[in-house]
T-cell receptor
Framework: GQSLEQPSEVTAVEGAIVQINCTYQ??????LSWYQQHDGGAPTFLSY????GLEETGRFSSFLSRSDSYGYLLLQELQMKDSASYFC???????????FGTGTKLQVIP | DAGVTQSPTHLIKTRGQQVTLRCSPK?????VSWYQQALGQGPQFIFQ???????QRGNFPDRFSGHQFPNYSSELNVNALLLGDSALYLC???????????????FGPGTRLTVL
């Protein structure tokens, strides 16, 4: 089956940089996604990595190392509105199957 | 451009009953996936529909079934409800023909199901 591990909670200061790590186990890996979910809201797509390396989208960057079964989400210039839960999700065990981690709750403090 | 819509927003049922949840995908999307999200957990993949066929299923019993219509909208049916089925049910759409964008799923606001 598929399993993912990510820290349950992270606290960071407004304006700082924070990295959220994700390790995964899966058969037939196709790619790793990141989603943001505010309390009471729906998950919102942030990024997708199929190949090793760094993908940058504005203040957010995502990294993948397939050999290490590891990825991370990097958030720069943190803003209060970035306080949310962040999920890594692996596409594997069947191309259409996406398995989500349990989420990292990010709290941004002034 | 309407995003993914789901109905109803909230639903209360009793054990043993049956429920149908509905989803309309984002305009231009042809693929619909359903997820169950328990409080404090990540979404769990139930199944995915494309071209009116279920083509991938997660670890959910046969009590969970679905359907996709020619206009790409979809229904999730759950029979013989259990207390443990109480959760937020999310629908996500994507485009099979969008190449790399296929991996970008757009989620609806969800249906909050409470089983008493």
């Amino acid at each position: 089956g598929q399993s993912l591990e990510q820290p349950s909670e992270v606290t960071a200061v407004e304006g700082a940089i924070v990295q959220i790590n994700c390790t995964y186990q899966t058969s037939g890996f196709y790619g790793l996604s990141w989603y943001q979910q505010h309390d009471g809201g729906a998950p919102t797509f942030l990024s997708y990595n199929a190949l090793d390396g760094l993908e940058e989208t504005g203040r957010f960057s995502s990294f993948l190392s397939r050999s290490d079964s590891y990825g991370y989400l990097l958030l720069q210039e943190l803003q209060m509105k970035d306080s949310a839960s962040y999920f890594c999700a692996v596409r594997g065990g069947g191309y259409q199957k996406v398995t989500f981690g349990t989420g990292t709750k990010l709290q941004v403090i002034p | 451009d309407a995003g993914v819509t789901q109905s109803p927003t909230h639903l209360i049922k009793t054990r043993g009953q049956q429920v149908t949840l509905r989803c309309s995908p984002k305009s231009g999307h042809d693929t619909v996936s359903w997820y169950q999200q328990a409080l404090g957990q990540g979404p769990q993949f139930i199944f995915q529909y494309y071209e009116e066929e279920e083509r991938q299923r997660g670890n959910f019993p046969d009590r969970f079934s679905g359907h996709q219509f020619p206009n790409y909208s979809s229904e999730l049916n759950v029979n013989a409800l259990l207390l443990g089925d109480s959760a937020l049910y999310l629908c996500a759409s994507s485009s099979e023909s969008a190449g790399g964008k296929y991996n970008e799923q757009f989620f609806g606001p969800g249906t909050r199901l409470t089983v008493l």
